[in-house]
């Protein structure tokens, strides 16, 4: 079988294995946050945090909880990093630095996971487990919360309440991420994913010599790292290595993992605003985006030219070759089409226009299909910047979803599309300034130009602000500047835009729907999931064109 055709069949039984999983999971997911019932394990959670979940919150109250939620999470992530060697199963290694600590706290909580270290020569296994792996659980758990809070602002009537973030987010962390990864831990072990406490261990090496290794409950923290759109991997190599991705079965199964929620959450929205339609139009438009970024880079990747891509078939430097051209395409595009960060091959091995595919999915922002919970809430504000377009076009006040799209909720969905560009271009134009921020490129001399070591930059911090995490593997982020300024960028492109979100639901929850008329936009027809597609990829291309012109243009064309 041809390497092409392998990659096909297995993007074929990808979109089969999501197809089946989408109706279930997402009537499932409705069902979980519109009842009216709570489980006994979430009763104890609320007497235990102090918390009302039968209280209503508007849109002020429910972002206090958010962002009290989240800086209690990145003070204590902070504390168990610089306390590390004292702790017991530490592995003998020592506490993290503060400016590295703050950075890891930062990223975990924001569901970005960028990793400036090594996680199986910097982590003991109470702060793998106790630390990281429980914000992969919580911050996901709040990215859904403020998703569905922005769908109620759809869906209710002048009251102006979105629900109890409390509730939402211990329903979603319970009823949702945690039964899924528990049987998805249980499939990564019985592939031969690593589950255990052991300490370092001296192995021995087929060409002669020795290397240390760590095992550690790898696979727990492997699924919940893909489901909930993380990234954060238990090893340096992430999920090219074997203890977290064995084989080619769980290389796909990941995949599937992080997209099953984002796609199967379009199916919670139609349900939760009682029109399903409209989300097979969101789908379609992810859909589209998605299908048509994984065609590209497997495009790119496979036909590459000159002799030696030739002799090996394609691109095959920095892939793994377990999974080949084809599955680490995928993979490639569906990390950075989410909020995920994972990789099983090393993106700056990637061809020059590879590397701006990457680049240009998650510039997108990370919408198609986007984060757990942040790629719906992308994508619904992205929809208002579509339907208020339309408007202009034919002279009427848009709407959408039977809500009046006004000065103020255009506002804010301006606000909330500015943010992360804001982020991305600021950063890396100070550190081209910076002289040690310029001696980080360490393959700037080696390719010339300068163009790759500008899209290790670019790529650090679009990673960093759009909560992505994976890195381009040519930039040395572990020092002071890179620390402290991707830490930033994280923390404010992840809850700056949720106050702009929040701040939509409230005002949207406050409107009375207006009935459809004979000149009301059908939101749900073709014709609006190709608008939307267009309003995306014009305003991205119109905001990051010319830093994607001076670094994967530049490099694929010289």
Not at 78 to 93: I, K
């Amino acid at each position: 079988m041809s390497p092409v055709l392998a990659g096909v069949l297995q993007l074929i039984a990808l979109v089969a294995a999501l197809a089946l999983a989408y109706r279930p999971l997402g009537d499932y997911m409705a069902a979980v946050y519109r009842s009216p019932k709570h489980l006994r394990i979430e009763k104890v959670i609320y007497r235990c945090i102090g918390a009302h979940a039968d209280t209503e919150m508007r849109w002020p109250a429910y972002l206090r909880g958010v962002l009290a939620f989240s800086a209690a999470g990145v003070l204590f992530l902070y504390l168990l990093q610089r306390v590390q060697g004292s702790m017991p199963l530490s592995l003998g290694f020592a506490s993290i630095s503060p400016d590295q600590a703050f950075n890891t706290a930062a990223s975990f909580v924001a569901n970005t996971n960028w990793q400036s270290y090594s996680g199986e020569q910097a982590m003991g296994h109470v702060v793998q487990t106790a630390g990281l792996a429980v914000q992969n659980f919580v911050s996901a758990a709040t990215g859904m919360a403020v998703a569905i809070a922005l769908v109620r602002g759809f869906a209710r009537s002048r009251t102006g309440e979105l629900g109890n973030f409390w509730a939402d987010l211990v329903r979603g962390t319970v009823r949702v991420l945690v039964p899924i990864a528990v049987v998805g831990a249980l499939v990564l072990v019985a592939c031969g994913a690593v589950q255990n406490f052991s300490g370092i261990h001296e192995v021995g090496q087929f060409m002669g010599g020795s290397q240390q290794t760590n095992g550690g409950a790898v696979a727990s923290q492997e699924v919940i790292k893909e489901l909930g759109t993380n990234g954060g991997g238990y090893f340096n190599a992430n999920s090219a290595h074997p203890f977290e991705n064995p084989n080619a079965f769980t290389n796909l199964f990941e995949i599937f993992l992080i997209l099953v929620i984002p796609f199967a959450m379009t199916r919670t929205f139609g349900k939760l605003v009682g029109n399903v339609k409209q989300g097979y139009a969101v789908l379609a438009t992810m859909g589209i985006i998605w299908l048509g970024f994984t065609a590209l880079m497997m495009w790119t990747e496979f036909a590459h030219g000159g002799p030696a891509l030739q002799a090996a078939g394609a691109a095959m430097e920095g892939k793994e070759t377990r999974f080949g051209v084809g599955s680490s395409a995928i993979f490639s595009v569906a990390t950075t089409l989410t909020s995920t960060g994972a990789v099983d091959s090393f993106h700056s091995s990637f061809t020059a226009f590879g590397g701006g595919i990457q680049l240009l999915g998650m510039m997108l922002g990370e919408i198609a299909p986007g984060g757990v919970g942040s790629g719906l809430y992308g994508m619904l504000v992205m929809a208002i910047i579509a339907v208020f377009i339309a408007g202009l076009m034919v002279g009427r006040t848009p709407e959408y979803l039977g809500k009046k799209i006004g000065t103020r909720e255009i506002k804010l969905a301006a606000c909330y599309i500015l943010i992360t560009p804001t982020l991305v271009l600021g950063f890396t134009a100070v550190s081209m300034v910076l002289p040690d921020a310029l001696g980080s490129m360490l393959n700037t001399k080696a390719l010339g130009a300068g163009s790759h070591g500008f899209s290790e930059v670019l790529y650090a911090f679009t990673s960093g602000a759009n909560n992505n995490g994976s890195a381009f593997a040519g930039l040395n982020a572990n020092t002071p500047w890179y620390n402290t300024a991707i830490g930033l960028a994280m923390l404010l492109g992840r809850f700056l835009p949720m106050v702009f979100v929040l701040a939509l639901a409230g005002s949207l929850a406050e409107q009375k729907p207006i009935p459809e008329t004979a000149g009301t936009l059908r939101t749900e027809k073709p014709l609006f999931a190709g608008l939307l597609v267009g309003t995306i990829l014009i305003i991205t291309g119109l905001t990051y064109f010319p830093a994607l012109a001076l670094g994967p243009l530049a490099e694929g064309l010289s």
